[in-house]
């Protein structure tokens, strides 16, 4: 089955220090892949997403993510957190093919705690 | 540009009622996909819309249906409400133009809670 991992609920760090949030994924072929993040109440806001090419995303807000295919990883990082970074963050993957349009598969959140 | 609407934002339903919830896309974007969002299940996939077509759906029972009309507006409606329905019901659409301009842009969400 297809699915997204995200191993770990909660991520703490503090403010100033870099951050990676983990991503894993299991699809077949060459999927697509996304970072989204939400605020309480809100929708999911687009940070950065894999197509093709340089496997070195860079995305809004100062995020980036590194693609590797051989560990089907897709993990996101910031050189240097804010507090105001702290919401809750989604992994996505849209598998590749037509019977997969509009389709993304999502894994369960992690939420980012930057403190002070 | 103006982004994803979605209305209403909250709406607070009695079981065995329906609903219906409205999703308008970016001007041009012809591509509509609908979520479930909760605590237990995590974000999951409904179906997608594109050219007034259903060119998707994901794993829920027939109570969840939707259309898209001419101008890409999209609704979706849940019949016979249950409890377990009760959550955050998010569009996005996508100008779905090939890989390089994959991209979905969320709305906020429509609030469902049944009781």
């Known amino acids: 089955a297809q699915s997204v991992a995200q191993p770990e609920d909660q991520v703490n760090v503090a403010e100033g220090n870099p951050l990676t949030v983990k991503c894993t994924y299991s699809v077949s072929g060459n999927p697509y892949l ?25 995305g809004s807000y100062g995020f980036e993510a590194e693609f590797n295919k051989s560990q089907t990883s897709f993990h996101l990082k910031k050189p240097s957190a804010l507090v105001s970074d702290s919401a809750l963050y989604f992994c996505a993957v849209r598998p590749e093919g037509s019977s997969n349009t509009g389709k993304l598969i999502f894994g369960q959140g992690t939420t980012l705690q930057v403190k002070p | 540009k103006a982004g994803v609407t979605q209305t209403p934002r909250y709406l607070i339903k009695t079981r065995g009622q329906q609903v219906t919830l409205s999703c308008s896309p970016i001007s041009g974007h012809r591509s509509v996909s609908w979520y479930q969002q909760t605590p237990g299940q995590g974000l999951q996939f409904l179906f997608e819309y594109f050219s007034e077509t259903q060119r998707n759906k994901g794993n829920f029972p027939g109570r969840f249906s939707g259309r898209q009309f001419s101008n890409s507006r999209s609704e979706m409606n849940v019949s016979t409400l249950e409890l377990g329905d009760s959550a ?20 906020s969400g429509t609030r469902l809670t049944v009781v």
């Open chain 2, 88 to 107: 955050l019901y998010l569009c996005a659409s996508s100008a779905d133009r090939g890989p390089s301009n994959y991209g979905y842009t969320f709305g």
């Open chain 1, 34 to 58: 996304f970072w989204y993040v939400q605020y309480p109440n809100r929708g999911l806001q687009f940070l950065l997403k894999y197509i093709t090419g340089d496997n070195l995303v860079k």
